[in-house]
């Protein structure tokens, strides 16, 4: 199968070359190994950054984030809350920080105002009450994989070809220039070789392992970075620590959870999410210096992300983003870097330069076109919103006259999970779960799985031990640091799970 | 005549109970909230090493007939689950599967998925086809409540009498006053009736019903949804314990005392963090790494209190004790042992 342009990669960065190259007509193929957001776009904050958290140390990167928040909020708004974020300093923060941040936010154009401690509170009733400044921007939270999705429904529906469980496994290279890859098809959707014209590598933390498959390399730094998911919704705002960036700055109010974030350490390869003990201890530790009550809520679990840095990696190491070119193989570029908010401008960088190369002059309409209908449309029900959110365009598939619910932490509808597998990428339990929220509430899918697998069964006909135990796995993961009454809830699961039937889930 | 306290009212504490009105004691159970016993299957999985006569006389009822040895029956999702000792239609003899499998579900509802099922059995050689009949009843509503009423029961007949397969499998759909329903559903269909091992659901509340009945027989006092939160500790003795129910709250006086309050899952134990302690205050813990395993320490039966030394008359059981070897989804046999165990240890045998 021959095609201009192979896309590897189906992260937001992916999906957005995708969706523009698409919408300027080009001829494109993207194959994304897991699930979208398989990488870090799955793995990440969810923040949409208003440029604060680089203003001071990383200008290029704050202000790029500025103005891409501004894009997304116009292109996206369906899946984007509009929160607001606070930066809080408390008395053992440098006072100094606050000048420069300051400064430094008018000179990258990253919008703030300034609060009075008084007005902080009145605003974020659950701040510390020894919050000595505070900066409002123009943070917000997205979700990822609505976000993902609208972009590989949109490249669909332009024309390009987007595959997930499709994994590049190999490149041959001739004169400087790769004439085939090979391709691994877990769905059963393409032949087994691919000739493209050229190839953009979107691997994310991948990037070096694809690079290498064609004799390149894109020497990145890994890091690693924890979040902790907390029952609730606990802020209005994103709040975040006014200081120099380091671990624990960050609380996200998220659909129906709150999620603390990051820390920071170098990861061992692009899948080396695991989570300490240690990250646990620190995140709750340092967010409940900004929101004291965060001590008392329940975790429901914790995730890991692998970020690809430019350069050496680490809190230092700029957020921006790179285009790399091999001399030795001209048809492969390599992009990484960057953030979630940005992939929208990577993306149109790296396909201005696809043009560039197929000599087509067609230019960018990424930042105009809409990805998605607008948000909460006024008089809307809660549960039309929560559609919106999760489906963009897709919400009106969904049947809302069959009442019945499967995962009532989420509540999921049976009929968005039916909806979701009609529309045929999603193989797996998680892949139902990363698309409708059903096992990702409190029960952690103990109460849902097996109503998920009964229609799965129905209209996939998928083999259900391996599948079951695969998504309890994966579930598992993120439940080793509970404690409290979720430890509690995971006992209980493990009785059943493991104690009762027989499942391999481990120890 | 002798008078004990015994707090919790799940398996260790309605067989300790039991055992010791048995023999003469006043007995005195105080318990509240759902025992880990009716949150299990029902079944226990292995086999007792000690008191399997008492436990045949415990559990031996009118309405619901035991089978025991090496006994296997289908979980609620298909999957192979054994036991040592089952109510009659959970379970086959070892060795004994049926050749054919008829998996019964109703519509909506989650209590048994029948495709899930099927395919889970054909997947382990067992031939098996899914069986779903209409049904009207909400999925977060329990099955036992709409099949209480002979109608019910005479329209599921109706519906299993066209299947050909040598065993039909149900939901859990009887509680302990209707398990004779399953013997009359055999009976008209004219095939095994299996019912699913179901955790979470009336095999379980059977059972701790069961147990509370057996011990109110037996003459046992039973204090129930009330709360020891105090014990009165004199010279390594328990010499009494505040009760607390609702707005009332008293004193009373006890020569021995047993503690089956369960594990951190029921609350029996404080669970800080990952971490068990005692909510009474009185008694050393044993901490390990899972906080299901830890719990209790005790010597020869009797608890031992902060300072190191075992009491005198205050013995534990169940899974507010300390055990290394306790799996998930086991441990009621364990539980029955102990009682056994506590109940000598106070009697100085
Ligand atoms: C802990 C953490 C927190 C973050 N928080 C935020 C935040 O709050 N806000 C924000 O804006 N940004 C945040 N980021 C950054 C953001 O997540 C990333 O910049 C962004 O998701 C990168 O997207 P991507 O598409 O480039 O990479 P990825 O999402 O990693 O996508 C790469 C994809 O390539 C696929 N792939 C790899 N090899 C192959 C192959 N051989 N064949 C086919 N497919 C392949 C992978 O499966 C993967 O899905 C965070 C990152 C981390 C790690
Ligand atoms: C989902 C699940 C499935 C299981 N499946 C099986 C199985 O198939 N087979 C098997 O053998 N085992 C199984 N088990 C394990 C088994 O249920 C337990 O090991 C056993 O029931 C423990 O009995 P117990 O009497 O020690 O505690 P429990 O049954 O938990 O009873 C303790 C009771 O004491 C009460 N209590 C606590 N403190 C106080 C107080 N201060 N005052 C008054 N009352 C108090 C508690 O609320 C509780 O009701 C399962 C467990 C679970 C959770």
């Known amino acids: ?507 | 005549m002798s008078y004990a306290l015994v707090v919790g009212n799940g398996a260790a504490g309605t067989f300790s109970s039991w055992l010791l009105a048995k023999r003469g004691w006043e007995v005195t159970l105080v318990g509240r909230g759902t025992p880990s016993t009716a949150l299990s299957t029902g079944c226990l999985r292995s086999g007792p090493n000690l008191c399997r006569a008492e436990i045949s006389e415990f559990l031996n009822n009118e309405k619901m007939p035991w089978a025991s040895g090496q006994r296997e029956g289908i979980s609620k999702i298909g999957t192979s689950y054994r036991c040592w000792m089952s109510p009659s239609h959970s379970t086959w003899k070892e060795g004994e599967t049926p050749k054919s499998i008829a998996v019964v579900g109703l519509d909506g509802h989650p209590s048994l998925l029948p495709r899930v099922v099927s395919a889970m059995l054909n997947g382990r050689k067992i031939k098996a086809t899914p069986f779903t009949i209409p049904s009207q009843v909400p999925s977060d509503v329990p099955l036992t409540s709409s099949f209480r009423k002979d109608e019910a029961w005479e329209g599921l007949a109706e519906e299993l009498q066209g299947l050909s397969a040598e065993a039909i499998l149900l939901p859990s759909l009887v509680g302990l006053q209707d398990y004779h329903r399953l013997d009359q559903l055999e009976g008209r269909c004219g095939r095994n009736v299996l019912e699913a091992i179901t955790p979470l659901g009336s095999p379980g509340q059977r059972l701790a019903d069961l147990m509370l009945s057996k011990a109110a027989e037996a003459g046992v006092t039973i204090w129930d949804g009330r709360k020891v939160t105090a014990l009165d500790v004199e010279n390594d003795a328990a010499i009494g314990a505040t009760v607390v129910g609702g707005m009332d709250a008293r004193h009373i006086s006890a020569e021995a005392v047993i503690l089956a309050t369960g594990g951190p899952l029921v609350d029996g134990l404080v669970l800080k963090e990952r971490d068990v302690s005692d909510p009474l205050g009185k008694f050393r813990i044993v901490r390990s790494k899972f906080p299901l395993t830890g719990g209790y320490d005790s010597l020869n039966g009797m608890l031992i209190n902060i300072d190191g030394r075992p009491m005198v008359n205050v013995a534990g059981a169940g899974d507010c004790l300390s055990s290394g070897s306790r799996e998930y989804g086991s441990g009621l046999t364990e539980a029955l042992e102990n009682a056994y165990r506590a109940v000598r240890a106070l009697e100085g045998t």
């Open chain 1, 1 to 507: 199968m021959r095609t201009d342009v192979l896309i590897i990669g189906g992260g937001a960065t992916g999906a957005g070359i995708a969706r523009d190259l698409a919408l300027r007509g080009v001829n494109c193929l993207l194959l994304e190994m897991g699930d979208f957001c398989h990488g870090a776009s799955g793995g990440n904050h969810g923040l949409l950054h208003s440029g604060g958290r680089y203003a001071v140390k990383d200008p290029t990167s704050a202000s790029e984030c500025a103005l891409e928040n501004a894009v997304l909020r116009s292109i996206a708004p369906f899946c984007i809350e509009d929160t607001g974020g606070l930066f809080v300093s408390l008395p053992e923060d440098d006072p100094s920080f606050a000048d420069t941040f300051v400064g430094s936010c008018r000179k990258a154009n990253v919008p703030f105002e300034e609060l009075t401690a008084k007005e902080a509170l009145r605003s974020e009733p659950e701040l510390s009450s020894r919050v000595t400044r505070c900066l409002k921007v123009n943070d917000g939270s997205i979700d990822p994989f609505s976000l993902v999705q609208a972009n590989v429904d949109d490249a669909r529906s332009a024309g390009a070809k987007v595959l997930n469980h499709c994994a590049v496994t190999g490149m041959t290279v001739e004169n400087g220039t790769v004439v085939e890859v090979e391709v691994r098809d877990r769905r059963g959707g393409i032949p087994a070789s691919i000739v493209p014209e050229i190839v953009v590598n979107a691997a994310g933390a991948w990037v070096d392992e694809v690079a290498k498959l064609a004799g390149c390399r894109v020497p990145m730094g890994l890091d690693q970075g924890s979040m902790l998911v907390m029952d609730g919704r606990h802020c209005r705002y994103v709040v975040n620590r006014l200081r120099s960036p380091s671990n624990g700055d960050i609380i996200v109010p998220n659909h129906t959870s709150t999620i603390l974030g990051t820390t920071s350490r170098p990861a061992g390869a692009p899948n080396d999410v695991t989570v300490s003990r240690e990250d646990v201890d620190l995140l709750v530790r340092e967010t409940a210096a900004m929101m004291p009550s965060l001590r008392e809520r329940r975790t429901i679990r914790t995730y890991g992300g692998v970020r690809p840095l430019l350069g050496g990696g680490g809190r230092g190491a700029s957020r921006s983003f790179a285009m790399l070119n091999d001399e030795r193989v001209g048809n492969l570029i390599s992009v990484a870097g960057g953030k979630l908010t940005t992939y929208r401008l990577m993306a149109e960088k790296v396909s201005d330069r696809v043009c560039e190369m197929l000599g087509s002059s067609s230019n960018c309409r990424t930042h105009k076109e809409a990805l998605g209908p607008p948000a909460n449309g006024k008089g809307d029900s809660i549960s039309a919103v929560r559609l919106v959110r999760k489906y963009g365009r897709s919400a009106s598939s969904v049947d809302t006259t069959d009442a019945r619910v499967v995962c009532s932490c989420e509540q999921v509808l049976r009929s968005e999970v039916t909806a979701v597998l009609k529309a045929g990428d999603a193989l797996t339990l998680a892949d139902v779960m990363r698309r409708t929220r059903a096992g990702m509430g409190y029960c952690q899918g103990f109460d849902c799985a097996l109503s998920v697998l009964e229609i799965m069964m129905e209209q996939n006909g998928i083999d259900p031990v391996p599948s079951l135990n695969e998504f309890l796995g994966e579930r598992e993961r993120g439940l080793e640091h509970t404690s409290g009454d979720q430890l509690r809830q995971e006992m209980l699961r493990r009785h059943v799970l493991n104690g009762v039937y027989g499942l391999g889930v481990r120890e």
